[in-house]
């Protein structure tokens, strides 16, 4: 099979497995979309499940969404279940590229990723679960580097924003940039927000086993990236009370910064990621939504109680919008990055950033790491044009 070509082999460039779940139906979507409008409509994809029934359902729907009927019979459907190494196998051997929607991950996703290593298949997710995605390069690296496979995690909300937000900034600083501050803002439309049950649950869980996380990085035995500059310190660019992101950006960030040192020398960049909670009122609700958060997590009963809660209100969608912005001082660089302008601020923009991502992979291998391996989105595209490719759908990267 030639690098990135479909074959008679390999006859699927993308397939989307998890295509029936709640973000896999807006990949579907997106994917269709970016085929029937630019140079790739001669791109093949497919979409992959347990459910032969509901990847129909999901397909149709696509077809009505975007007026585009011929889809039911242009989209191929491929029963594979986590569950089923054999099924796996027999996936990841059709595609060049597997596009896994398939979470929580840290119960579902390693399965795949080990297909994909074992079978010579390349891997987009969009985890949001440091565990898991430090997991994968921990135990998969090796192999996926001598198998010439790229497994690139954090491919959505979680954490293209952030992880080329930083590279961003870092091209359009002159000198040598050191430190970063992001600062991500919400604004909730009329009927709220919500966060989907597959992203509650990574939450839930991740939490609970957060000393796991911990343990796990003892292994690769770091040393501490070096301090370049001052040291980092919180500022208040957002005129608002801000608290630490707890998401996977700053781990994910950090990650990236250790390669492109280790591989290019270049000066690891100290990040802090926060998020604006509003005035003194949101901060009370925090702290008593924070303290009972904590103690749940740490019991069964109180993890099965948040899940269950969830379930019952997850059907209330909100609609907003997102904004990142990074700072830097000393020369200060004011850069803005996010999908600021966009309806929605995760299940619209992961399926942007996803599948930007699956298309650089498939179209710019002479930009990519010179071997395999499990990558960080900002070691694996630094050297791509896929910020380019991501302003020309709505995610806007730009200098204040």
Known sequence: MARFEATSSRPYHLVIFGASGFTGQFVVEEVARTVSEGPQGTLKWAVAGRSKQKLEKVVEQAACVLGKPELSSEVDIIVADVAEPD?????????????????PYRFFGEPVVKACVENGTHHVDISGEPQFLEGMQLNYNSQAAENGVYIIGSCGFDSIPADMGVLYTRDQFKGILTTVESFLTIKSGPNGGCVHDG??????????????????RRKFNHNPLPIFGTKLKRSNEIREYTVPFIGSDPSVVKRTQRYLMEEYQATPVQYGAYAGIGGIGSIIKLMFAGMMFWLLVKFHFGRNLLIKREERGRERRGRGEETRGEETRGDQTMTQWGDRGLSECGYVATPITMVQAALTLLSEPSALPNKGGVYTPGAAFAKTTLIDRLKKHGIQFSVI
Do not use: E, H
Not at 87 to 103: D, E, F, H
Not at 199 to 216: E, H, K, N, P, R
């Open 87 to 103: 099924s796996l196998a027999s996936l990841c051997k059709q595609a060049v590229i597997i596009l896994n929607c398939v979470g």
């Open 199 to 216: 992203t509650w649950q990574s939450a839930v869980y991740g939490f609970a086993d957060s000393q796991s996380l911990q343990s796990l």
